[in-house]
């Protein structure tokens, strides 16, 4: 990927020492899936600072309360999850519960249910719509929300995917573990709003096909995810696949005088 003037001076600047890389912050990302498959992207506004215009899966960062051990839960345990992704246990929570939050945040889905062994069947309701708002500008924590509704965390419907890093040469830097999880039975998406103006569900392959053509923006951490879906021909066949989570970070290097980013 071959980077933007302003950008290839920032790197020059970092790669040479005059500029000390920002540090990055803790997040967690869904990859949200239907029968198709296809997959559930959002488009940042243009006045998003970070990523502005680009097609993502739902995610942001690791909210202190994230990390709250009131969450009500249910499947792997959080001692699991960081031995999946190389995390410690505190952390490994936050990522998990900033993986449902922010699915809630940015879908209208959640993936939780009143016992371990059931899922939300509908989330459309002006009080959901309510709630999700009130997540939205902190004034809501998840364990609160979950407790006052009689709700568990549902862990085991996330799958850990990948772990992916932004690279030292941006300004605003993240540290994204990826998931991937199945829209719940009953549940839908909606236009939710927020950091978003725009929503779609599309097949992986032609949400590249529509990256290639110039329609859509997609970062390097999603256009990759979405090269790896399109192997699987079916939701469940993504569901059994085996993962190896390797953290990738790209990299700027100069390939006949131009600054690229690479992932090798």
Partial sequence: MPLSAELAAR???????RVRPAPARDAATVVLLRPGPEVYLLRRKATMAFAAGAYVFPGGSV????????VAWAGPSPAEWGEVFNAGERLARGLVCAAVRETFEESGVLLAGPGPDSVVA?????DWEADRLALIDRSLGLSDFL???????????LKPWAHWITPEIESKRFDTRFFVAVLPEGQRTRDVGGEADRVIWQRPGEAL???REG????MPPTHHTLG????????????A??????TIMPRAVEIEGELRLVTS
Wanted: proline content about 0%.
């Fill in 11 to 17: 790197a020059r600047d970092v790669l040479a020492g």
């Fill in 63 to 70: 909210d202190a309360r994230d990390a709250d051990q009131d």
């Fill in 122 to 126: 509908d989330t459309t309701g002006d």
């Fill in 147 to 157: 407790a006052r509704r009689g709700l568990v965390l549902r862990s085991d419907l």
């Fill in 209 to 211: 096909e529509l990256a």
């Fill in 215 to 218: 329609e859509i923006f997609l």
């Fill in 228 to 239: 790896e879906l399109t192997a699987y021909d079916r939701v469940a066949d993504v569901l």
């Fill in 241 to 246: 696949a085996r993962r190896e989570i390797v």
